[in-house]
């Protein structure tokens, strides 16, 4: 049995979910994209190919294993993208919580019965049917969960609202030891540069006290200030617009001082070397199209 254990987004890490890009499906419409970059590239024609895909996933599990983290893969659905695990279920401390996410992908939670088979029962949750949330809005950092929610009264209209306010209110129910700490992001269905997805699009804690952040794709000022106040503005390091669409804050810590970040994120990877850290350079440019990045792609089930 796997006995589930994460507290924060950088302690050593020991097991994961890693998704699978094998027969991920034909490129989607147009009308069949669930964000505005995907969009984009498929307007474009240089949505990523699968082999391409694979090929940079497969990058990333040498990186787990050089550091002998234990990978689980989704079994292979056929037609259907299973790349982006963060979005189907997220751990915090010992439980399991299955997303409620766009009814398209529910499958995806099936295609991880084999780990959730080794997981008790009693760790397992599942919100109930108001409760929207995803792995991408939830952030366990010791005595605080971060959460991106979008509430205001359109909520409904953007595919790209993906955490709601009756998941905060179900996290805090769940947690009651926990601070909840949500923040407001902002969305569009059509514009990639000012769309949040996630709140790790524009946040992402690291280790050393430090963090990465964009301050526009918060909705409250007030709310984003508090997170420099909390980490410290020399701490920080602040991407802009161009950045967020690349996913700059997307990366993955796999310990306190070992980040696991795209290649092509030079000043990035630059900054985290002059901070003490160890930067593993993987090439996943081709999977970002899709707005997910490293982050996205894992489930952590154990850190230490």
């Not at 982006?84 to 099936?110: G, M």
Request: proline share 5%; with cysteine; glycine share 4%.
């Amino acid at each position: 049995m796997l006995q589930l254990h994460i507290k924060d987004e950088v302690s050593l890490l020991k097991a994961v979910v890693l998704g699978i890009a094998k027969s991920s499906g034909p490129t989607p419409t147009i009308e069949e994209a669930y964000d505005p970059k995907s969009a984009e590239h498929i307007k474009a024609g240089t949505y990523p190919v699968e082999s391409d895909m694979v090929a940079e996933m497969e990058g990333f599990r040498k990186v787990f294993e050089k550091y002998d983290v234990k990978v689980f893969r989704p079994e292979v659905l056929e037609n259907c993208n299973q790349i982006f695990t963060r979005d189907i279920a997220f751990v915090i401390e010992d439980k399991l919580i299955k997303a409620n996410i766009l009814p398209d992908r529910e499958q995806e939670v099936e295609a991880i019965l084999h780990v959730l088979d080794k997981i008790d029962d009693d760790n397992i949750l599942t919100p109930p049917e108001d409760v929207h949330v995803e792995g991408g809005d939830v952030m366990p950092w010791n005595d605080y969960i971060f959460v991106g929610t979008y509430t205001a009264p359109d909520y409904s209209t953007y595919i790209t609202a993906r955490t709601n306010e009756a998941a905060v209110a179900y996290l805090t129910k769940q947690f009651p030891n926990k601070t909840i700490k949500s923040f407001e992001l902002r969305k569009s269905n059509t514009i990639a540069q000012e769309n949040a997805l996630h709140l790790d699009c524009c946040f992402q804690p690291l280790g050393k006290g430090k963090a990465i952040l964009h301050k526009n794709g918060f909705l409250v000022e007030e709310e984003y200030q508090w997170l420099v106040d909390f980490f410290g503005k020399e701490n920080i390091f602040e991407i802009d617009a161009n950045e967020m669409y690349h996913m700059y804050s997307n990366v993955f810590s796999i310990s306190p001082d070992v980040v696991v970040s795209e290649r092509n994120f030079t000043r990035l990877n630059n900054w985290l070397r002059q901070q003490g850290f160890t930067v593993e350079e993987i090439a996943y440019a081709e999977i970002s199209k899709q707005e997910g990045l490293l982050r996205c792609s894992t489930l952590p089930l154990i850190r230490a």
